[in-house]
């Protein structure tokens, strides 16, 4: 593709950019947590909320026949297991992310790059009449004298 070397520059570092990313984010997926720290954490949970009653007996005892343990044992089970729940879906987060999005994004932030014609970015293209001297030739398109279009002024 006929790309001015400024714009070639900004496309290279932005590809690599995308490529680190792209790698970190492999990464990430293909190093699972392992299935026992899971099963772990999720049992010693349970046992824990199991005895959580017996340790709620004594400051619970003012409330009649300790009914006031049902509830406090009930939120705080919820909030527990949503937050175990949170940590297992945070352990692929690919599963949660809307990746759609993001490679709908990235395709056509591509499309952009690809579809870029000289002088998208209000720089002067000059068309080369083979002269040695630099900056000699004619100007195409650009933007001369805050005015934009196709006009035909010689430089030298």
Not at 128 to 136: L, Q
């Amino acid at each position: 593709l006929p790309i001015h070397f400024i714009r070639k520059n900004e496309i290279h570092r932005a590809a690599t950019i995308f490529e680190d990313n792209l790698g970190s984010s492999e990464r990430l997926l293909t190093s699972p947590i392992p299935l026992f720290y899971s099963r772990h954490t999720a049992r010693f949970l349970s046992f824990w909320l199991l005895l959580l009653p017996f340790a709620l007996w004594e400051p619970l005892g003012n409330s009649w026949n300790h009914v006031d343990m049902i509830p406090v044992t009930s939120v705080l089970s919820l909030f527990l297991f949503g937050i175990e729940e949170l940590a297992t879906q945070l352990e692929e987060p690919f599963t949660i992310l809307p990746m759609q999005g993001f490679c709908d994004k990235i395709y056509n932030w591509c499309n952009e790059i690809v579809s870029f014609a000289p002088g998208d970015n209000g720089m002067p293209v000059y068309e080369n009449k083979g002269t040695p001297s630099v900056g000699a030739g004619t100007l195409i398109s650009g933007n001369v004298n805050g005015v934009n279009g196709s006009s035909r002024v010689e430089v030298a």
